[in-house]
């Protein structure tokens, strides 16, 4: 499958454990994806390829997920 055409996911939460399940139950299902251990590191992956979906944790340090969306 050409990366171009599935769906682009990006996966934000501090606690890696956590992001490294969802991207990998993601990729199993389709889809593309990006992960960023923080609201501003999410922020410098969207600047270069906007997503199609984030998949955020609300609770982090520096800025939370609300703030980012």
Same mark, same amino acid.
């Given at each position: 499958?050409?990366?171009?055409?599935?769906?682009?996911?990006? *996966?934000?939460?501090?606690? $890696? @454990?956590? !992001? #490294?399940? %969802? @991207? @990998? *139950? &993601?990729?199993?299902?389709?889809?593309? $994806?990006?992960?960023? !251990?923080? !609201? *501003? /590191? &999410? =922020? @410098?992956?969207? #600047?270069?390829? /906007?997503?199609? =979906?984030? $998949?955020?944790?609300?609770?982090?340090? #520096?800025?939370?997920? %609300? #703030? =980012? %969306?």
């Amino acid at each position: 499958t050409d990366d171009d055409t599935r769906p682009y996911l990006l *996966v934000v939460d501090d606690n $890696v @454990e956590w !992001a #490294e399940l %969802i @991207e @990998e *139950v &993601a990729t199993r299902t389709g889809y593309r $994806v990006s992960t960023a !251990a923080s !609201a *501003v /590191a &999410a =922020l @410098e992956v969207i #600047e270069k390829e /906007a997503p199609d =979906l984030v $998949v955020s944790d609300i609770f982090m340090p #520096e800025m939370d997920g %609300i #703030e =980012l %969306i």
